[in-house]
C-alpha cells in the first residue's frame, strides 16, 4: 500500500520565481509523508532500519543496584556521625560477583567483598575501591569515598521499565542495538526499507565498460546517485539510462512509478527542447520547475507521475550529487519515515577567500585541513567530479552577499552527516 500525495503538492504560489533554498526545503518538509509500511523484524535485522513507533523499555536498566568496582560493600550507616574517620569494619563472609549475588544480608556495621557487576547485597549501598582498602585478620580498614551510594549503579538509572527508549522515526545505529537488548527489547516495529528507482537521460550517454564514441559521456550519475541511494538505507530501482526520446523515457517513468516510491532523474530538466523529463511531466504528470536560487544546482524539477514523486536532479554529476544531499536525501528520509534530517553543520575557520554575491546559496566542495580550517576545491566547475573526491564536505554560503578571507567563520557540512 502506498500513501498517496496531492497532485499540487510542490505547487508554487502564483509569481514565484527563483525559491531560496530554506523555503524549498520547508516546502519538501511540508509536502512529503511517510509512505512505508510497517514490519516487525528481530534485533539482530534491526540495523539501518526506522523505527515505526516509540519502543518502551521492558524492563528497568540496570535491573538491580550494582557495584560499579571491585572492593568492599558495606551500609554508609555504619560509619557512624564521623564519616571522615578511618573505617574498621569485620568482613562477612563470603562475597557478591556478577551472576553470582550473595543471598544473606550484611549486617549494619560489616563489610562484604564484591565485584564489579554484582548487585548490591541486602544491608548495603555504598562501595570503597580495593585499592583504597586493606584486609587483614578479617577486618578491612579504609578512609570512606566522598560519600553515601558512592560506587553504586542505581537500579533503573539508565533506563526504566516503561520509559521511551527510543524514539519513533529514528534509524537504528550499532549503539542503538545496545540500548534496546539492553531494556529487555528482541524486536522492533520498523519501516520497510524505502525504494528509490534512478534513471539516467541523455543522448551522449553510454555505460562503464562501453567502448566510447566521438561525443560520448559515461554515465557517472546513475551509478553515483543508486551508490548514494544505498548509503541511505534505501533499496534501489534500476531504471537504466534513456535516450532523449519521450517514449523512452515514458516507458521508464512508468516502471519506475509502479516498482519504487520516488523517482530520482538526471538530465533533461531545464526548458530546453531537449528537456524530456520536464515536458513530459508537464504533458502527461504534475510539475514544478523549480529555479532554486543554489549553486551548484539549477534546475530542479519536481513532480509526480502516476502518483509518485519525481527529483529531476541537474544532468551535471557535481550538482546532481549536491542537490541529491540536500535536497533528495531529506525528502526521501521523510517519505521512508524518518524525522526530518538537518544536515550536520559545524562552523569553522575558511582556509581560502572568496568574494561572493547576494542571490543565491552556494555549496563549496570542501575539506577539513589537519588545523581544522576548511579548504576549498581549486575550481568552481561544476564538470569537475574528481573535486568531489578531493573533498569530504560542502562549505555552505549564505544567501546573501559575504566575503571570505582566510580565518572567516564559515558552515562547513562534512559528506559523513549527509548519508
Ligand atoms: P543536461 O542537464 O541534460 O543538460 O546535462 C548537463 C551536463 O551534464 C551535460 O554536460 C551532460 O553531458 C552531463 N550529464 C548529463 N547526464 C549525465 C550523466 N548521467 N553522467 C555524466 N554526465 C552527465
Ligand atoms: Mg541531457
Redesign the pocket.
Known sequence: MKARLRDDCFALPPGVDWTPVDEALARLRGSLTCVTDVETVPISAALDRILAADVFAARDNPPAANSAIDGYAFAWSSLGPDTDAEANLPLQTGRAAAGHPFRGTVPDGHALRILTGAELPAGTDTVVLQEDASVGAGRVRFRPPRKSGANARGRGEDAGSGEIALSSGRRLEPEDIARLVAVGVSQVPVRRALRVAVL???D??IQAGDEAPQGA??????P?LSALVQRFGFETVDLG?QS?HADAIRAALNKGAAESDAILT?????A?D??HISQLLRTEGTVTTWRIAVKPGR?LALGLWRGVPVFGL????V??FVCALIFARPALAAMAGQDWQEPLAVTVPAAFSKAKKPGRREYLRARLTPEGAAEVFRSEGS?L?GGLSWSDGLVELPDGAIDVSPGTPVRYLPFAGLR
Do not use: K, Q, V, W
Not at 559521456?217 to 546513475?222: E, G
Not at 541537474?314 to 554529476?317: E, H, I, S
Open positions: 539516467s537521460t541523455g551522449e550517454l559521456i559515461y554515465d557517472a550519475n546513475r553515483m539510462a532523449d538526471t538530465g533533461g530538466a531545464s530546453g531537449e528537456d534546475p541537474p544532468g551535471n554529476p550538482a546532481a564538470g567530479i
